[in-house]
């Protein structure tokens, strides 16, 4: 036994160093973006998961791109990724979509929603391939680019008017978490004809435990907020499901001409599209447009109290809407919605500067060459349009809240805060449409040196997991956060 122990040391500590050395070198048949894939297991999990207290771009990727350039790899949470800041790799992998690559999600998520997990597995629950097709058609035949027309901009003035009036009699406004709520109802009514006021079930409040889960370690042992999560996503689900049963009952000439009563032509002909599935894609709508939205808005809000000269701006150029009326209409039209040329600008900067969707996620399911690179099969790609858009080769001062840097030309390439390719968001239009209103209404109702954002000792909901003192903003790696919240104070113009 003794004579054969120095034989299996030694076996064992060649086993051990060409472990390690496989788990530096994965295998490529080419050469893999420079980077470093960490310590063995965890990778670089750690360093990736510790928070900015900037509004720059996450540390873990600036210091990288410092060190290897914009396209780079590393390992997270067990998974070899790509992590790519350059803006010409992002558009080709955005048109790669189902070729090389396929939609992939964070394992909080997955797990949450019991996503199968490719576009081949066909079952009820993918996300991808066909089925994609189809809840994306579904979206964008009512709220695409083109369909943010007349009616639905109306809607969105009536909702936004409501939201903003109530902050007068309030002492103080919660602002992320009354535009979350803002933005969820807009949706969920426009999806299922769903009125808070009427319904018994308060989904607001439902869905925003589910969102806490999302940022918390994903396991389904009860007491933990994951596995309350569960139960409460599953309660949603059924609601949806219910929802959709009962409009099933409703005699066809009395139904609503959402969603669902669209939905509910198309199962009449395509046996694949199940009341589950559907309401998993609602329930991936209404989260798709809640959060990064909420986001977005805030951190637009801090940077116009942070830029005074800005808010002026927008305040005149709401002002001169107003003036330039002739027919005693109060409310915002389509039509002065789009004359607002600076509103856009600042606008544009909110989504350049606050980039509340930091991660946008792919799987490599064949190999992939670019610039001299090879990404094999199975890797996670990691885009993060934020080290685009905070990047000084990208944007002058990039740090600088400056919507005039917008006033040639609202589109570049190196812009994309909503992806692009097949999956870009369908809520883009109408977001800018609902930001615009917003600040229009907040302009020109409250005095601009009322509308004074205080960090709030209310710890966020969105963000509880993320440690920080004095409410200033953080970054964690994938969600925009803000510290200990926001609270506005609102007075009106005299
Ligand atoms: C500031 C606000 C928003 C930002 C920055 C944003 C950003 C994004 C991005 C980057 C994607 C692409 C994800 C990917 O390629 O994997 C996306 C997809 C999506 N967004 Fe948004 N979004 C916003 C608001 C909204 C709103 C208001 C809605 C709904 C009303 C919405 C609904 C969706 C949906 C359903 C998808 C999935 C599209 C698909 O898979 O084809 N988003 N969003």
């Excluded at 939609?103 to 998520?109: H, I, N």
């Excluded at 919605?337 to 509340?356: D, F, K």
Aim: with cysteine; aromatic share 12%; proline share 5%.
């Amino acid at each position: 036994m003794l004579a054969t122990l120095p034989y299996i040391l030694s076996f064992l500590v060649i086993a051990t160093t060409y472990w390690i050395y496989r788990w530096r070198n994965p295998p490529c048949r080419g050469k893999l973006p420079p980077g470093s894939m960490g310590l063995p297991l965890i990778g670089e999990s750690i360093q990736f998961s510790i928070p900015s207290r900037s509004a720059d771009m996450p540390r873990f990727v600036k210091t990288r791109m410092e060190k290897y350039g914009p396209i780079f790899k590393t390992s997270l949470a067990g998974r070899s990724v790509i992590i790519s800041t350059d803006p010409e790799f992002n558009n080709f992998l955005f048109q790669q979509e189902e070729k090389c690559v396929e939609f992939w999600m964070m394992d909080a998520y997955s797990k949450l929603i019991n996503h199968t997990g490719s576009s081949k597995d066909g079952g009820t629950s993918s996300l991808g391939g066909e089925y994609h097709r189809y809840y994306r058609r579904l979206f964008l035949d009512h709220l695409g680019s083109e369909a943010v027309r007349e009616k639905l901009f109306a809607d969105v003035v009536q909702t936004s008017i409501k939201t903003v009036n109530s902050w007068s009699t309030k002492d103080y406004v919660q602002l992320r978490s009354e535009i979350s709520k803002m933005f969820f109802e807009f949706s969920a009514k426009y999806l299922f004809s769903y009125d808070p006021e009427k319904c018994k079930v308060k989904l607001w409040e439902k869905f925003s435990e589910v969102m806490q889960a999302l940022v918390s370690f994903p396991v389904r042992i009860p007491g933990t907020p994951f596995y309350r999560a569960f139960k409460i996503h599953r309660e949603i689900i059924d609601f949806l499901m219910n929802t959709i049963k009962e409009r099933r009952e409703v005699p066809e000439e009395m139904r609503k001409g959402d969603c669902i009563d669209q939905v509910l032509e198309h199962m009449k002909t395509d046996p694949r599209i199940t009341d589950e599935f559907i309401a998993i894609v609602f329930f991936g709508f209404l989260l798709g447009g809640t959060e990064s939205a909420a986001s977005a808005f805030t951190f637009g809000m801090v940077m116009l109290q942070q830029n005074p000269v800005v808010l002026e701006q927008l305040q005149n150029e709401s002002e001169e809407i107003i003036r330039k009326r002739e027919n005693g209409q109060s409310e915002l039209t389509w039509n002065e919605y789009r004359s607002m040329g600076y509103t856009m600008q600042v606008i544009n900067e909110i989504l350049r500067t606050a980039g509340p969707v930091a991660a946008i996620l792919r799987r490599t399911i064949k190999e992939v060459n670019f610039k001299g690179y090879t990404i094999p099969e199975d890797w996670v790609i990691l885009i993060t349009a934020n080290g685009t858009h905070l990047s000084p080769e990208h944007y002058e001062d990039p740090l600088v809240f400056n919507p005039s840097r917008w006033k040639d030309s609202l589109t570049n390439k190196n812009f994309m805060p909503f992806g692009g390719g097949i999956r870009k968001c369908p809520g883009a239009e109408l977001t800018k449409a609902i930001f615009a209103v917003l600040l229009h209404l907040l302009v020109t109702k409250y005095s601009s040196d009322s509308m004074n954002l205080k960090t709030n000792h209310i710890p966020t909901a969105w963000i509880s997991q993320v440690e920080c003192q004095g409410g200033e903003i953080v970054r964690t790696s994938l969600l925009l956060g803000f510290g200990e919240g926001y609270r506005m104070t609102v007075s009106a113009r005299s």
